[in-house]
Nanobody, 114 residues
Framework: QVRVVESGGGLVQPGESLRLSCAASGRISNIDTMGWYRQPPEKEREFVAG???????KYADSVAGRFTISRDNAKNTVYLQMNSLQPEDTAVYYCMVKMGYTYWGQGTQVTVSS
């Protein structure tokens, strides 16, 4: 059994920062991909940032230059540093871990509002 747990969401004002964390636990082996998706209100889930094939990082165009993904392999944890947050970043943020099967966390709410 694999468990994926996100934390760090909250309510911030435009221009502020947040750091999300995602920890995978349980029967972990050979993680291929670990990353973040988000689902804005009344929209489809979309890719935000992730590690693929080891250390290759990718970002959505909408967050490139503002968000930074990092990982701690020893802890099976991935982080998302989000700077210069804007109202359009408001969404539920989900962590995804892929190792054969794809596992999702329960999501953490990020709200950017003045």
């Amino acid at each position: 059994q694999v468990r994926v747990v996100e934390s760090g969401g909250g309510l911030v004002q435009p221009g502020e920062s947040l750091r999300l964390s995602c920890a995978a636990s349980g029967r972990i082996s050979n993680i291929d991909t670990m990353g973040w998706y988000r689902q804005p209100p009344e929209k489809e889930r979309e890719f935000v940032a992730g590690f693929t094939g080891g250390r290759i990082t990718k970002y959505a165009d909408s967050v490139a230059g503002r968000f930074t993904i990092s990982r701690d392999n020893a802890k099976n944890t991935v982080y998302l540093q989000m700077n210069s947050l804007q109202p359009e970043d408001t969404a539920v943020y989900y962590c995804m871990v892929k190792m054969g099967y794809t596992y999702w966390g329960q999501g953490t709410q990020v709200t950017v509002s003045s």
